[in-house]
């Protein structure tokens, strides 16, 4: 209903939002969060950014051959096996093949690290292909995105690249448990 050029709300059509107290906050019982790497990568979505070719991808290399084959993550914190899926997409299998071989330090590769070179953009099509690829591997425990920029969808007019950003995160965060 429109009066005087104005749109009339219908208080009926609000939802309210959820609002709790202190008291109810401190008095609920959470649960303990689950970590992927103990003490440094709990489950869920993790930005890892710096500076251009200070070892961000051989750290999440490095960390998904950990996870992948069950074992010893940064020589020191043990982690339970599970499948990894690392969207290489500024590297090439060569180049993998070598940074893998480094990583393993003679243990046998497991199968569970699995690797794409391309991936569709979020805006598109890529949001449903990882969404595939997690409920085919339940047992995931790590997706790495190398890099972000590869896959985010386009600037809408008037929004800064961290709003893209943030919304291509908000969607990939969606999908995961």
């Known amino acids: 209903m429109e009066i005087n050029g104005n749109t009339e709300i219908d208080k009926s059509e609000i939802q309210t939002q ?54 010893i993550a940064l020589g020191q914190v043990s982690v339970e096996q599970k499948d990894v899926l690392y969207l290489a997409l500024e590297d090439t299998p060569r180049r993998i093949q070598d940074r893998i071989s480094q990583s393993l330090q003679g ?19 890529g949001l449903e292909e990882l969404d595939r690829w997690l409920d085919v591997h339940p047992d995931a425990g790590l997706v790495v995105i190398d890099t972000l920029a590869r896959i985010r969808g386009p600037k809408r007019n008037g929004s800064t690249l961290y709003d893209a950003d943030y919304d291509d995160l908000c969607r990939i965060k969606s999908i995961w448990p």
């Open 18 to 71: 959820q609002i709790i107290s202190d008291i109810d906050i401190l008095s609920t019982e959470y649960p303990p969060p689950c970590w992927i790497v103990p003490g440094l990568l709990p489950e869920g979505l993790t930005v890892l950014a710096g500076k251009p070719k200070i070892g961000k991808s051989m750290l999440s290399l490095n960390l998904s051959v950990s996870i992948s084959t069950g074992g």
């Open 107 to 125: 243990s046998s590769p497991t199968g569970r690290l699995n690797f794409a070179f391309s991936w569709p953009k979020m805006d598109g099509t």
